[in-house]
Structures are given as C-alpha cells and as structure tokens.
C-alpha cells in the first residue's frame, strides 16, 4: 500500500502535520498505536485541554538548543491555533498566566482535528502500530496491518511519558538507526520524590498547599506547591523538575510576598509574645508552620539568632530529592532527537532525506500551562508545509 506520506502517531503534532499536508493534496496516512487518536489531548487540562497560551516565547521552552523553536513558534503562533478552535465554535476560556482551556472538553478539540483530516482526505489509521522503519527505494513501514509504502516519513510519536496510554520509544530507536543524535531523555513536568527521612518528616502533611518561588538547576518559577505522601507535586515542583538533575537541591521560598527574619524580629521588638508556629502561620500553612517552627517556643523565648535562623529555614526550605515519580507521572519527555540533527524551518533530517521528526520526540520540551501544546501544533503545522 503507498502513500505521499505516513505519519507515525495520531497526537496533536502528528494530526496537525498530515492535516497540513492533507490540503496541499498529499496522500497522507496516520498510524496510531492505540485505539483512538489523541489519547494525551484527551487526558489533558483535567479533561479540558489546555490548548495553548497567549503568552508563547521562545524562552518557555527546554533545549540544548533554545534557538531551535523560534522559526515554528513564529510560523504558526497562539493565535492561529485559536482562530482554529473558534472556526470549529469551540468555545474557550483563560486561567491564569495566560493558560487557554476548552469550556467543555477536550474531546471538541480531537473532534476537530479529525474533522479536519477528514476534509483533507487523510487516512487516520488506530490500532495500527509501526513496527519498524526501513528504506529502500522509498520508505517502508511494517505495520500491524502489513507493509505500507511512502516516499516522505514523519515520526511523531511522543515520548516515553504515560507509558499506560502507549508511549514508547520509537522515534528515539528509528533516529538511532538512521543515525541521528539523541539527547538523553528524562521525565519532565513530573512529581519530586523526597528521601526517606524527609519522607518521614513531612509527607505526613499531605495535601497542604502553600504560594512558593521554587528554584533548581538555574530556573526559578512562582507558582503553588503541594505536599504529596511520596514528596513535593503542585505547578511550582512540575516546572521545576524539567531542570533538575539527580543529586540538586531544590530551594523553595515560602511566603516570597513576605521577609520573614525582618517581620519576626519587629513583632519581637514590639513585645509579642505569641508561639513562633502560629505567627508563622500568618503566612506558611498552618500545619507546615507547626511542623517547621521550634515546638514550644514563643517569640519573646527566642534569640536574634534562633530567629533569624527559622526565617532562613522557611526562606528558602532547602530540600534534596530522592528522584522522581519517572515517566508513568511525568507529563512530557524531556530530551529526545537532537536539534542539530534537523532543519528548524521543515524538520527533515539533515542525513536522511524524507525523515522528518516534530513533537515530543524532538528535544524541545515546554513549560507547564499549555506550551508542549502550541509546539505540537508548531512543529506540525511547519514540517506538513514540507513533507
């Protein structure tokens, strides 16, 4: 069976390439291993889809080449992804930082795309996995349905995240055949795992929640944090642990409106004497201030010293984690095919021509609140004017 094009994998980049490449009158197949197309967009925003941001830029996004994305998120921005959703009448709502989600469900957005690929007469194709990649005269894929035929490739079959809803390691093992670089891969936007003492100490406390500025490997982000009964989850954790590394403290501000040594030591100049813990808890949660302050003591009871050093507990909270939650929690695939390896304006191999790679699988991984989206949609939409 031949095709112009086989698309490996029916998630948002994979459909929005053969959809493109579909209007320019190409024979587009898509080969999904699981039963139904969009199984990630499904699950994704609770069940919303949080589709894209209005706040895209380059700097939202992970890489060994951090210049790499800027011509696809150039190409084709938020606002054309939302002019989309608004043809279909999809309605949509913002929450904060810019995050965009669908009033409804998430479904409205795979409907949508596959209603597209049926107007560009693209072949969608579910319970189908490719098997295996070769090339002779043109690209053979072996499938689960038999040999199927292609003068153009894309691999767009995600990461190694969510390995329940089908993740494998696809993209990375037929890159490595054809010769292609592969940044070391790891979970990202996933829960930290504590130690066993820290364990011990606070995951007790699970489900308290507290306004933190978290701070690991170079990055910083002011989000919430929740405590969890393995460790630390919550926005500010996830976006911090796409750049930490085994072996790296992660430093949590808590109460950042707030300079807790100069407030504590006024109230003391004042001559209150309340417990450390429950003036603490004017600004850190209750049960995590009782945790955190010195048991019994009140304010009059302690030393500048001892003071000064129970703000800096707090500010920051130094913790060292164990790990993560790995890949079945981690909402993306941090690393994958090497930039180097593929042109920024189509995303065709620079070695194999007719190979191209766009999506998670490439080493471009966004920040939480809608980013990996919007370079689903990027990658895609540029490679399917390409391909």
């Known amino acids: 069976m031949h095709f112009d094009v086989i698309v490996v994998g029916a998630g948002a980049a994979g459909l929005m390439c053969a959809i493109e490449a579909g209007k320019r009158g190409r024979r587009v197949a898509v080969l999904e291993n699981n039963s139904r197309a969009g199984s990630k967009i499904l699950i994704s925003g609770g069940g919303r889809c949080n589709f894209?941001?209005?706040?895209?830029?380059?700097?939202?996004?992970?890489?060994?080449?951090?210049?790499?994305?800027?011509?696809?998120?150039?190409?084709?921005?938020?606002?054309d992804f939302i002019a989309l959703i608004e043809r279909h009448g999809i309605r949509y709502h913002e929450k904060t930082l810019g995050q965009l989600f669908c009033d409804e469900s998430a479904r409205q957005v795979t409907e949508m795309l596959l209603a597209e690929c049926r107007a560009a007469?693209?072949?969608?194709?579910?319970?189908?996995?490719?098997?295996?990649?070769?090339?002779?005269?043109?690209?053979?894929?072996?499938?689960?349905?038999?040999?199927?035929?292609?003068?153009?490739?894309?691999?767009?079959?995600?990461?190694?995240?969510?390995?329940?809803?089908?993740?494998?390691?696809?993209a990375y093992r037929i890159a490595r055949r054809f010769g292609l670089r592969v940044v070391e891969c790891r979970p990202a936007l996933v829960p930290l795992v504590l130690n066993d003492d820290d364990r011990a100490r606070y995951c007790d406390l699970a489900g308290v929640s507290a306004d933190v500025i978290a701070a690991t490997g170079g990055a910083i982000f002011r989000e919430k944090m929740l405590i969890t009964h393995q460790g630390l989850s919550g926005p500010a954790i996830l976006q911090a642990s796409s750049y930490w590394r085994p072996g790296q403290a992660v430093a949590l501000t808590l109460a950042p409106d707030c300079d807790l040594a100069s407030e504590l030591t006024a109230r003391k100049k004042r001559g209150e004497r309340g417990a450390l813990k429950t003036i603490l808890a004017d600004h850190v949660p209750k049960r995590l201030a009782e945790r955190l302050a010195p048991a019994g003591q009140t304010l009059n009871q302690i030393s500048d010293r001892e003071l000064a050093a129970a703000a800096a507990q707090l500010q920051p909270w130094v913790l060292t984690p164990a790990g993560t939650e790995g890949y079945a929690k981690a909402e993306v695939t941090a690393?994958?095919?090497?930039?180097?390896?593929?042109?920024?304006?189509?995303?065709?191999?620079?070695k194999v021509r007719g190979l191209y790679f766009i999506g998670e699988a490439v080493d471009v991984t966004g920040h939480l609140g809608g980013f990996n989206f919007q370079w689903a949609w990027a990658s895609g939409y540029c490679a399917g004017q390409f391909v």
């Open 52 to 79: 894209t941001n209005r706040q895209v830029t380059a700097r939202n996004f992970l890489s060994d080449n951090p210049h790499f994305a800027k011509s696809a998120l150039a190409r084709y921005t938020p606002a």
């Open 335 to 350: 690393g994958g095919i090497d930039t180097s390896e593929l042109s920024s304006k189509t995303f065709e191999s620079h």
């Open 121 to 170: 007469s693209v072949d969608v194709r579910t319970s189908c996995p490719a098997r295996d990649l070769r090339k002779a005269d043109e690209f053979v894929v072996d499938t689960a349905a038999g040999e199927m035929q292609a003068r153009t490739v894309v691999i767009a079959s995600g990461g190694l995240s969510i390995p329940k809803m089908g993740a494998t390691d696809f």
